[in-house]
């Protein structure tokens, strides 16, 4: 057994989320973001190209008002949940007859 104990990181969990969706081989360019936590990279594989979100999961702050944390005042994404959500629905109403279901983010 090995002794040191095993932290993920971004990197290997990215790099794994990549092997298990068959993006492991695949041209990676940074991509501009927005203010969040969130980073982005564009994917081409196979002369198509994907935008891959980063976004981890946030822990909430300190209460700024009435207990609540500006995360949940300001109705922040804390989780990837919602985006998924946007996804599946988006991709049922161009696709109405094919079910869509996006590879699930490593858990180690």
């Given at each position: 057994?090995?002794?040191s104990p095993r932290?993920?990181?971004a990197w290997t969990s990215s790099a794994r989320f990549l092997e298990l969706s068959g993006f492991a081989g695949s041209?990676?360019?940074r991509i501009q973001g927005d203010a969040s936590t969130r980073s982005y990279e564009r994917m081409v594989r196979d002369g198509a190209s994907y935008i891959l979100m980063n976004a981890p999961?946030?822990?909430d702050g300190p209460p700024v008002?009435?207990?609540k944390p500006y995360s949940?005042?300001?109705h922040l994404a804390e989780s990837v949940t919602p985006f998924i959500a946007i996804a599946r629905g988006s991709m049922s109403a161009v696709f109405p007859h094919q079910r869509f279901s996006p590879p699930t983010a490593p858990t180690d």
């Open positions: 057994m090995d002794p932290v993920p990181n041209g990676r360019q999961k946030r822990p008002r009435d207990g949940q005042i300001a």
